[in-house]
């Protein structure tokens, strides 16, 4: 999921536009309202959300290797291994099959206007 809105926001920037704050903070309170859905308390809540915004940064910041001029999108291997240890491996097909996804991914989302990126009118498949 962070993978996905971390590609959002390099669009934006990338085509210059402020990415939207209202989209931003309905994806933490999201996430904030299923942990406390799980059972979750006061302390362990803000303790997650804490992990999960440095997570969400953490990837944001490091997973796009190329210029931030350029269209092109290259994703950082070392950054995937380091969340995904199961693509840790080399020359893991699984991880061939998650970069071309998300350079796909990416390559689709970069075509259509900001609007419909985030508004779900498109259905994206690969």
């Known amino acids: 999921m962070f993978i ?4 959002f926001m390099i669009i934006s920037k990338k085509k210059g536009q402020k990415f939207d704050q209202k989209t931003y903070d309905f994806l933490f309170h999201s ?18 959300m804490k ?11 490091k997973l796009d290797l190329t210029k931030k001029n350029d269209n092109e999108f290259r994703l950082n291997e070392n950054l995937i ?6 693509l840790n491996s080399q ?3 699984e991880f ?11 390559n689709f989302c970069f075509d259509l206007p900001l609007n419909n990126m985030l508004k779900g009118s498109i259905n994206y498949k690969f």
């Open 96 to 106: 061939v099959n998650f970069n071309d996804y998300f350079t796909n991914f990416y």
């Open 4 to 7: 996905h809105f971390s590609i």
């Open 51 to 61: 992990d999960f915004n440095k997570i969400l940064y953490d990837i944001l910041l």
């Open 81 to 86: 291994k380091n969340y995904f240890q199961s």
């Open 31 to 48: 996430i904030e309202n299923n942990l406390r859905e799980l059972g979750y308390g006061d302390v362990s809540v803000n303790k997650k």
């Open 91 to 93: 020359n893991n097909p």
